[in-house]
């Protein structure tokens, strides 16, 4: 009987603490969602070759066309939370990890789309900008010249049309 009126005096504190978890349980499932499918559209695109070098000759058919993938994403507050925690005691922030990774796997599936839907097979020169989002958010830009390549032995494969 003590524990449930303990419970009823403090309910402010336990809704908070219920919503905390809610909240942190919902944020990592639609981070899940999000790798796996950034996991099914790397597959998808992973016939054209993508490279970060700026003086590379390609042998190629067309003319080289930029070609650009952006994405801003923003962490949940509930990850926020605890990041900030987790920062006075000097412990790696994988939540921020986490974020930059996904933005950046996302504008490079990006670039990729568009260099595929153009016909092209390879992108070169790829540079990848990014820049904090004040909130815990992160925008990322990448982008390159995109050819078709002779030399590519990788044929384009028909993509599914949700891409």
Known sequence: MNIIKLIFDNLQI????????????FGTMNERKHLESLDDDEHLLGH????????FLPM????????????????????????DFLSLFGKNLTVYESLLERGRREAIVRMKQQAHEYGYNQIYGVRIETSAID?????????GTAVMSVGNPNVPPRLPSHL
Do not use: H, P
């Not at 054209?48 to 700026?54: A, D, F, T, V, Y």
């Open 48 to 55: 054209i070759i993508i490279s970060n070098e700026r003086f």
């Open 135 to 143: 909130g815990g958010g992160v925008e990322v830009l990448a982008y």
């Open 60 to 83: 190629v058919q067309t003319d080289g066309t930029l070609v650009m993938g952006s994405v801003s994403i923003a962490q949940d507050r509930f990850k926020l939370v605890f990041a």
């Open 14 to 25: 336990v809704i908070a603490i219920i919503l905390f978890f809610v909240g942190w349980y």
